[in-house]
């Protein structure tokens, strides 16, 4: 009676080692430990004795080869560019004004006064876009510091992309046209809408603007 009760047991435990030993034999680490050379590694294998191997000469990055310095750089003949390199229509504009309220607004306020929110909370005031200097620099100058930054400001070279940055310059320079902008500026065929009225929808003629909430 004994035997045969114990008979089970034995066989459940050796059963559990078989398991076992063929569990810790397939937790073998050659894969894991496959040979490897870690970065600027010594390699004798290579004539210069490296693991890391250069570049191939002559070759770029796919989507990196940046030929056009007026789009990528912001110059021509290394000179800040006075012009943009794409044709500025009613979709770049609004782009424009879509990225400026995003990434400058912030410090530079929605008009470029450089009153905006994080300055009104003790944030170090940046110059405002309006004054002489900005307003007669070249385009070139807003995208370059959006690429490299400028003294306090760092670069947003990796939030905005170069054809955002465009954009950016280019309601930039809307926004100070419009501080200093004359009736001559306004082409003739639409002056008659200067002393039109935009009334909100739902709103009644004439009634008084409210201030806008925040």
Known sequence: MLRSLLRPSLLVRAFGVVAVALALAGCRQDMHDAPRYEPL?????????????????????????REDTHLNEGKVDGRLATTFPMPVT?????????????FCSPCH???????????????????????DRLRNAPVGYFFDVMTHGFGAMPDYATQVP??????????????????????????????????????APGARAGAAARPEGR
């Open 41 to 65: 590694e010594a390699n004798t294998f290579f004539a210069n004795g490296s693991a890391s191997r250069m570049l191939v000469a002559n070759t770029v990055p796919r989507g990196l080869l």
């Open 90 to 102: 009613a979709d770049v504009m609004a782009r424009g004004q879509e990225r400026f309220n995003v």
């Open 109 to 131: 306020g929605r008009t470029a006064q450089g009153n905006g929110l994080v300055v009104q909370r003790g944030f170090r005031a940046p110059p405002s876009l309006h004054e």
């Open 162 to 199: 170069v054809a955002d940055r465009w954009a950016i310059a280019a309601y930039i320079r809307a926004l100070q046209y419009s501080e200093h902008a004359t009736v001559d500026d306004v082409p003739v065929d639409q002056r008659a809408g200067l002393d039109n009225t935009v009334v």
